[in-house]
Structure formats: structure tokens, C-alpha cells
């Protein structure tokens, strides 16, 4: 099993350039399949999920051409509409492909993504909304098998519940459907804005794209012609590094990035004492004279990220002062408190809310990566702690973060990848 192994107390220096969007790029991906065309996508990140949703294609019929950050996708081989447990399992974000592959053949089966490391992450809202546009759900032997031999029709959706998932799902199952879907509390984030750009610009009609309330015309049946797309840049990436950049009180630049996309996480370290310098698409942090401790509660975009929760629980564990920091979207997105502890982190947990009780100094000590964004935090402590840190499991990491240690190491971390013997 492999590890990174980091030798802490190294200041950073220099630039980073921010990748292409994991969580844009997967939507964008399984869009493709309302396509019989050809379509191009660029700026993809280099990270393992990415590579599992095109090996999903490739298994439902697609040809898929991916070298590095471009990936040529022609659709209109497809000649299975089952997607597999080996590969749901690996990646939940597979459910994705329940929409599209449904509206555009009229019948899929994709097996359940079943629950995570952060918790139970149900797929109910998915199959209520796909019901209410005529879908005929079954759930058999761990596959949702869906029908609409005549096609989708709109229909009005209310999300009891933001879901970024489920509001992209049923936009791609709109965007071929009969008449006009209108989804009320659709998420909003960035990556969905990307997701309805790319089918607007196909010629669909889409109302109200980035807020909460969109109206889709379906084509009924007739597939999309995607113009080229390139995936716009992590903003949860952003964040960590600029995480990295304030645990180590650094100064760095990162490259290729929206601050727009990221305000919630620039405000709350500013509210610990670091400054920035934003222009056009870069970012600049400086350090702060004295890390001041944060509260922050994880909420729907445009409120703070809970894929940025973990990060900020690191630099807390360094400030002068207590924080506090209440999880909302997921909850057991806790698994990472116990191993910052490991590392000297003062920490108490009590329900959904962490009490981060700022530390002088963090020591090295061999930790376990449990999700892909409690595993950034890991080594983001370990940056700073004194002596070596071992993270384990860091195939989570490799699941999304685009060559983490290479990126780190340009920046004059001290950081390797390394290979147990047993
Ligand atoms: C997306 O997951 C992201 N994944 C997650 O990023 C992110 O943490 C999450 O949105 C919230 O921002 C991708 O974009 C691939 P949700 P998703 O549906 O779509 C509940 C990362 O680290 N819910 O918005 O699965 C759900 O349990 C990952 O990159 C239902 O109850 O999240 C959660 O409590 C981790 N029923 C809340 O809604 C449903 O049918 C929000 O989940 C769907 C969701």
C-alpha cells in the first residue's frame, strides 16, 4: 500500500496551478451520454474518478480517446444500459449516468452507490423526481432498474432537500424529456452552472441557471450536439491549497483559479488573519500575524463548503483560540478528528458541531486517510506538525486531488510517495 510520507515545519513559496474541477468534470462527463455526436472535453483533472466514469462509458458501448487533460467521447456506440456494481461501488458518483442513459433509451439499470465513509448519502430524491417526469422504478438485487418506454416528460420537481447529484441528474433526464421540467431548490453551485451551460449552449432552453429555480425545455428524444467544454477550475482544490498556503504561513500564489467560486473560504481565512491579493485568475495568500480561530457551518453553495470543512479544521487546530465547526450536509464527515488528534490536535466532538481548540505545535505521528477531503486535511497537519507524518490509504486522495505531492514538492514542501514492503 502506498503512503505520503512528510517531513513537517517547511515554509512554501512560489505558484500552483489549479486544475480542472473533479466534481464539474463528472457531470459533464456522464452528459455526454444525451449525445450520438462526438464532443471534446478539456482542462479534465488527472485523478482516478475521472478515469473511472470514462471506463463506464467505454463499458456501456462508448468510445473514449484520454490523454492527460482531453478526452474525445463519441456516444453513439452505446449498447448497454447497465452500470455495473464493480464500478458504482468504486465511485457513487456513477449515479450520475441514471439520468441520462433514462432519457435518452428509455430504460438503465445502475446499481446502488450504498452508503460512505461520510455518511448514509441516500439516492431517494434521484428516483422520486425521475418517477414524477414517468419513470418506473424498481429496486432489485442492488440495482435501481428504470423504465420509461415512452420517454420522459417534464414535470415540477421540489427538492425536499438541496442535492447537487440529484439536481444534476434530473437536468440531464430534462434535457431530452417531453415539455418543460421546472426544478425548484436546485442546487446551485458552480459545477451545476457548468453542467446547464453546456446543455444550454446544445441549443436546450434552460431559465434560471445558477439559482434555485430552473426551467429546462426538454427535446423530447432528440439528442444533444455538445459544442467542446472545458472544465472549469477546482475550487475545492483552490481552497486547500490556500489552506496550505495558511497553515504553513506561506506566501503563495495559485494560478487558473475563480475567486468568485471560492469567496466563502477566502472570508473565513480572512476572519483567521490572512490576506490576499486577488487578480484576474490568480490568488495570492499572505500569512497571518496570529492565526485567530474560526466558526463556520457547512452549507449549500454560495455558503462554506463541507468539501472544505476538514482543511479548515487543520489550520483551527493552529490558532490562538477556540473554533467551532458545525458539519450540516453529511453526518459522519467526522472521521478525520480523531486522527488530527493523533497528530496533538485538541479536539471534542459533540454531535454535529467539532471544538477546535487551538494547539502551539502538532507532532508527526502515522495517521489513516478515511474520505478523499479528510485525507488533504491529514496532510495539510502534517505539513506543520514536527517531525515525519505518515498518511495511509491515500488512494482517497488519489481519487481527486491532481498530483497533490508533485504540486506540494514544486512548492518546497518536503512530501514522497511511498510503497510499504509487506
Ligand atoms: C456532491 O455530492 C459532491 N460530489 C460532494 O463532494 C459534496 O460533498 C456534496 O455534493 C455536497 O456539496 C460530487 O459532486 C461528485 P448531495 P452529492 O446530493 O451530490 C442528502 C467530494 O469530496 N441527500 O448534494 O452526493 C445527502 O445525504 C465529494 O468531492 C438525500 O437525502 O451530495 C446529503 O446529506 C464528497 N437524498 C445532502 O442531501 C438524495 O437523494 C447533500 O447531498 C440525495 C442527497
Known amino acids: 500500500m502506498q503512503y505520503l510520507e512528510i517531513r513537517g515545519g517547511k515554509?512554501?513559496?512560489?505558484?500552483?496551478?489549479i486544475s480542472g474541477a473533479k466534481n464539474a468534470a463528472l457531470p459533464v462527463i456522464a452528459a455526454t451520454i444525451l449525445s450520438d455526436k462526438p464532443v471534446t472535453l478539456t482542462n479534465l483533472p488527472d485523478v482516478v474518478d475521472i478515469r473511472t466514469l470514462l471506463t463506464l462509458l467505454t463499458m456501456l458501448g462508448g468510445t473514449v480517446e484520454h490523454k492527460g487533460s482531453v478526452?474525445?467521447?463519441?456516444?453513439?456506440?452505446?449498447?448497454?444500459?447497465?452500470?455495473?456494481?464493480?464500478?458504482v461501488s468504486q465511485m457513487r458518483a456513477s449515479i450520475l449516468v441514471l439520468g441520462p442513459l433514462l432519457t435518452r433509451f428509455g430504460e438503465c439499470e445502475v446499481s446502488l452507490p450504498g452508503g460512505c465513509a461520510i455518511g448514509q448519502r441516500p439516492i431517494d430524491l434521484h428516483l422520486k423526481a425521475l418517477e414524477a417526469m414517468g419513470a418506473e422504478i424498481a429496486i432489485e438485487s442492488g440495482y435501481v432498474h428504470a423504465k420509461a418506454p415512452n420517454g420522459l416528460h417534464g414535470?415540477?420537481?421540489?427538492?425536499?432537500?438541496?442535492?447537487?447529484g440529484g439536481t444534476e441528474n434530473i437536468v440531464m433526464a430534462a434535457a431530452m424529456a417531453k415539455g418543460t421540467t421546472t426544478i425548484i431548490n436546485a442546487a446551485k453551485e458552480p459545477e451545476i452552472v457548468q453542467l446547464c451551460e453546456m446543455i444550454a449552449d446544445a441549443g436546450v432552453s434552460i431559465k434560471g441557471i445558477g439559482t434555485n429555480e430552473l426551467v429546462i425545455e426538454g427535446t423530447d428524444g432528440i439528442p444533444l450536439q455538445f459544442k467542446n467544454v472545458e472544465i472549469i477550475p477546482d475550487r475545492i482544490e483552490a481552497g486547500t491549497y490556500l489552506c496550505a498556503g495558511a497553515i504553513t504561513q506561506s506566501e503563495i500564489r495559485l494560478e487558473k483559479v475563480k475567486a468568485e467560486h471560492i469567496r466563502a473560504s477566502i472570508d473565513k481565512l480572512e476572519s483567521m488573519g490572512f490576506s490576499f491579493d486577488i487578480s484576474g485568475d490568480t490568488i495570492t495568500i499572505h500569512p497571518a500575524e496570529h492565526i485567530k480561530p474560526v466558526s463556520l457551518i457547512t452549507i449549500e453553495y454560495p455558503g462554506f463548503p463541507t468539501d472544505m470543512q476538514a482543511q479548515f479544521m487543520a489550520v483551527a487546530a493552529l490558532a490562538e483560540g477556540e473554533s467551532l465547526i458545525e458539519e450540516r450536509l453529511f453526518e459522519n464527515r467526522f472521521m478525520h478528528v480523531s486522527e488530527l488528534n493523533r497528530l496533538g490536535a485538541d479536539i471534542w466532538l459533540k454531535g454535529s458541531t467539532a471544538a477546535v481548540k487551538g494547539v502551539g505545535t502538532l507532532h508527526g505521528a502515522d495517521v489513516m486517510a478515511t474520505d478523499l477531503r479528510a485525507s488533504s486535511a491529514l496532510v495539510l497537519a502534517g505539513l506543520v506538525a514536527e517531525g515525519t507524518t505518515k498518511v495511509r490509504r491515500i488512494y482517497h486522495l488519489d481519487r481527486g486531488y491532481d498530483n497533490l505531492e508533485g504540486k506540494l514538492t514544486a512548492l518546497g514542501a518536503d512530501i514522497i510517495r511511498k510503497k510499504d514492503t509487506k
Open 71 to 87: 478526452a474525445h467521447i463519441d456516444n453513439s456506440s452505446i449498447n448497454s444500459h447497465k452500470a455495473v456494481y464493480e464500478i
Open 155 to 164: 414535470a415540477k420537481i421540489i427538492f425536499d432537500k438541496i442535492t447537487v
Open 11 to 17: 515554509k512554501l513559496s512560489g505558484s500552483v496551478t
